[in-house]
């Protein structure tokens, strides 16, 4: 019996189906994390490269993703999500070593930089194989009926990740050295391919496939949105701590962990609110409040409210992926549900990519503080569109309405 057509599931029995998959994701985003907060400063400080180049080397990740999403979607539809997470994990495990031989040879600052590049490439394949997969393996363990929780859940787990991988990767860096940050990937990368082994896969669906140009044309609106908020999310990742170091302030990672916690308080508390008002009405919010916290990083007069908005920011952020996620996904046949998946999240990656280099241009040009207005403009034209989208979508129902009550 596939789980769309299972009787219905308690809430904890739903949630622990989730977990158990979503958990690689965990591991996943745990590789992100731990260099996060330390390469950017490897790159500039001790490296020697400028501003512009550090925001690269950290976004060249992203563009990976970006390259890989439509291969993740199709091995996830095609392959199963299992395999899919397996081979993720496998490649990120590569990239490991790659970080490692990069912190080894520090000393020659362009091989350094090269291998570097050539982990972040590799994690960026990781990441896309990963993450589509945990999301297709929990949808199909407890049904589709609960996509907003599985994709809920897993942004727990990715935001939960990047937000204790940032602090310990600082403290690993700073007691251990740059080399143990390889060394932890590897380990964890090993890890999560050996849990994953004993846990069922789940079957594949079957059907008409839409191609995948089809797919993105689909989601395409919806993307974009996810791509101008997203903007802030890169934006704190990639330069929080050197517009920290800038101003001469402490704890510059526990800005990232405060982000990440806010983001986990707000997806628990809040999931439920987008089957109940809809993922316009839900995205048109969280885009407002990631605003408001950005130009309150912008403003910052002191540590502790730059703290203020990095936390309303990761609030805001945190039911963005899923809000317009299960407006996407809704728009295609099951059989092309990973296709969906991956093409929106293709957005996320885009963005991601692109905002590196280009805040890095804004901080040499503007201040460091420039870059979280800049993405405060970028979150602000989020809402605007999601205002549009929810306007289009409610002139569709009412002329559907009066279809059905004929047809009735």
């Known amino acids: 019996m596939s789980a769309d057509l299972a009787p219905p599931r308690s809430g904890l029995s739903t949630t622990m189906q989730i977990i158990p998959v979503v958990f690689f994701t965990f591991i996943c985003y745990l590789t992100i994390g731990i260099p996060l907060a330390v390469l950017p400063g490897y790159v500039h ?3 020697g490269f400028s501003t512009v180049v550090a925001g690269a080397a950290i976004s060249v990740q992203y563009i990976a993703t970006l390259c890989s999403r439509a291969l993740a979607g199709r091995s996830a539809d095609t392959l199963g999500p299992k395999k899919t997470v397996s081979i993720g994990l496998t490649i990120c495990g590569a990239s490991g070593v790659m970080l490692l031989l990069a912190t080894l040879v520090d000393h020659w600052p362009g091989l350094s930089l090269t291998l570097l590049i050539a982990s972040r490439l590799l994690l960026g394949c990781g990441e896309s194989l990963c993450g589509t997969g945990a999301i297709l393996w929990g949808i199909g363990r407890v049904g589709t009926a609960h996509n907003a929780k599985v994709i809920s859940w897993n942004g727990i787990a990715t935001y939960g990740a990047l937000a204790l991988g940032a602090p310990v990767g600082v403290e690993m860096a700073h007691y251990l050295g740059y080399w143990m940050l390889g060394i932890s990937v590897i380990a964890l990368a090993a890890l999560g391919f050996w849990l994953a082994r004993p846990i069922a896969p789940v079957p594949l669906v079957h059907g008409e496939r839409m191609s995948y140009r089809s797919v993105v044309k689909r989601v395409l609106p919806h993307g974009l949105g996810l791509a101008l908020g997203s903007a802030g999310f890169g934006s704190i990742a990639t330069f929080i701590t050197l517009f920290y170091a800038a101003r001469h302030w402490p704890n510059a990672a526990f800005s990232l962990t405060l982000f990440g916690l806010m983001f986990i308080g707000a997806r628990l508390l809040f999931a439920n609110t987008i089957k109940t008002f809809g993922g316009f009405r839900v995205a048109i919010a969280s885009f407002s409040c990631e605003c408001a916290g950005l130009l309150l990083l912008w403003l910052s007069p002191t540590p502790h409210v730059a703290l203020l908005g990095a936390a309303l920011t990761g609030f805001g952020f945190a039911l963005v992926f899923p809000a317009l996620g299960v407006e996407a996904v809704g728009l295609v046949p099951a059989a092309s549900r990973g296709a969906a998946l991956s093409a929106y999240s293709v957005f996320l990656d ?26 405060a403009i970028a979150a602000a034209a989020a809402v605007a569109l999601s205002v549009s989208l929810h306007r289009k979508s409610v002139r569709e129902a009412a002329l559907k309405q009066p279809v059905t009550s004929q047809a009735q």
């Open 45 to 47: 400080n001790d490296l």
């Open 350 to 375: 885009l963005s991601l990519g692109i905002t590196g280099p280009l805040a890095g241009y804004v901080a040499n040009v503007f201040g460091y503080g420039s870059v979280f207005l800049f993405a």
